[in-house]
């Protein structure tokens, strides 16, 4: 038997006129969308007993009698009716309340498909409760997560989105968002970062959300292994930690350069939390550089291939490729493969880095062939191989190496960066 279609803040409202509590009304939400008592239970951490205790009450309250799924197909019958038939003004409020912050215009969109259907399958079917989208700086982790949120927006009450650039803490990102769910209503006094992530986490539970936090590495510390957060940002692992473990109908979202430990820790099929490590454009590359008005496209693919697809490096190569080559990729290529734009950006990603780190790049840079780790403790014998293995796992948090079977090697544009403006 197939749900009715019956927006959640429907239900919150008839669930006020007949006096049905939160905790019933969390079941009631689930029943509604084809949940089975032992799915509910699961989801919300109670027994079954305790399920159908709640869906018997709620049973009561809308005076409806018969025994067994007989009950809730007159429920669902019953709350459809009244749904079908509330004024059209009512019909406005079941849109999703929307807050896009300032997130950026994504109407110049390259091919992402399969990337936003996997993305769409974790929120929507698999229902993930924490999803980090990573990858390098400028393969587009933050047009990809608008665009997502575009095309599945409908299916939530609320949808938030929200930039981290400016590295906002905790208790002042928690603030805002609570500020914005509660839209003016009057809130208890949250005295702590525990309760404000617990009042979160509630109306996480009572509404579909989905909350898009962009760039956390903003929050993460430099100079250090990946993952490591700014001195009194630390309270954040304890906000992913809870929204990843404590039942909820909602989706927090977030891109980041570094994976987290949380996510490390706690990803996999049987958990819902996942990860998409976001690699180069495909065919939207040639549409990118097609729009840039270059020619020499025999040479194109060479192109892509040394920038690995990252979308804004290939943008910031056009620049001169254009101004200095007349369009030319052939030209360009015969002189080099990376400009000053491409350089100073490569060289801000490498900034981050701890010294162990950047010694292992320097090392890899400077080899034809991929590393392995034997060959790495023999050059860098100073070195211990827990320090070599941490920073290795690290710099693979970042997505600075690449791994085949026969060890770690770099994209062409950062070897042939490091090499030029960092030799060991």
């Known amino acids: ?42 989801q919300l951490s109670i027994s079954p007993d305790a399920v159908r205790k709640r869906l018997s009450e709620v049973y009561q309250k809308f005076h409806i009698s018969g025994r067994g799924p007989v009950k809730l197909n007159k429920l669902q019958q019953l709350l459809l009716k009244k749904f079908q038939e ?13 807050d896009w912050g300032n997130a950026p215009d994504v109407s110049l969109f390259y091919d992402r498909t399969e990337e936003l259907r996997m993305l769409s399958h974790w929120i929507l079917e698999q229902k993930c409760r924490l999803v980090a989208v990573l990858g390098i700086g400028g393969m587009g982790k933050t047009v990809l997560t608008v665009k997502l949120a575009q095309q599945i927006q409908e299916q939530f009450d609320f949808l938030v989105w929200r930039s981290l650039n400016h590295a906002p803490p905790l208790p002042q990102l ?13 809130l208890p006094t949250l005295n ?24 956390i590495d903003s929050i993460l510390r430099d100079g250090q292994l990946a993952g490591v957060y700014q001195p009194g940002y630390e309270i954040y692992d304890q906000f992913f930690r809870r ?4 039942p909820s109908r909602s989706c927090v979202l977030f891109t980041s350069r570094e994976k987290i430990g949380v996510i490390s820790l706690l990803e996999g099929n049987l958990f819902p939390v996942r990860s998409w490590q976001l690699a180069g454009l495909g065919n939207g590359a040639y549409q990118l550089l097609a729009e840039k008005g270059l020619s020499g496209e025999s040479h194109w693919e060479s192109l892509i291939q040394g920038y690995r697809g990252n979308p804004l490096m290939l943008k910031l190569a056009a620049i001169t490729i254009q101004e200095v080559f007349d369009g030319n990729v052939t030209d360009f290529l015969d002189t080099t493969l990376f400009t000053d734009d491409v350089s100073d950006f490569v060289d801000n990603l490498l900034k981050r880095l701890s010294q162990v780190e950047a010694k292992i790049l320097g090392q890899i840079a400077q080899q034809q062939h991929p590393v392995c780790l034997p060959q790495l403790r023999e050059n860098l014998s100073e070195l211990s191989s827990q320090h070599i293995l941490s920073a290795v796992a690290s710099l693979s948090k970042r997505s600075l190496v690449e791994k085949s079977d026969r060890g770690f090697m770099l994209p062409p544009v950062l070897t042939e960066v490091i090499k030029q403006h960092h030799p060991t």
């Open 174 to 186: 928690l603030d805002n968002l609570i500020g914005t769910l509660s839209q003016g209503q009057g």
């Open 1 to 42: 038997m197939s749900a009715p279609v019956i927006s959640h803040n429907f239900l919150k409202t008839i669930a006020q006129e007949y006096h049905v509590s939160n905790a019933e009304l969390e079941v009631l939400s689930l029943a509604m969308h084809g949940e089975s008592t032992a799915a509910i239970a699961s």
């Open 192 to 215: 702590t970062v525990e309760e404000q992530i617990s009042w979160l986490i509630a109306h996480l539970r009572s509404s579909r959300c989905l909350i898009i936090l962009d760039g």
């Open 86 to 98: 509330k004024p059209m003004s009512q019909e406005i409020n079941r849109q999703p309340r929307i």
């Open 243 to 246: 929204i990843a473990e404590e």
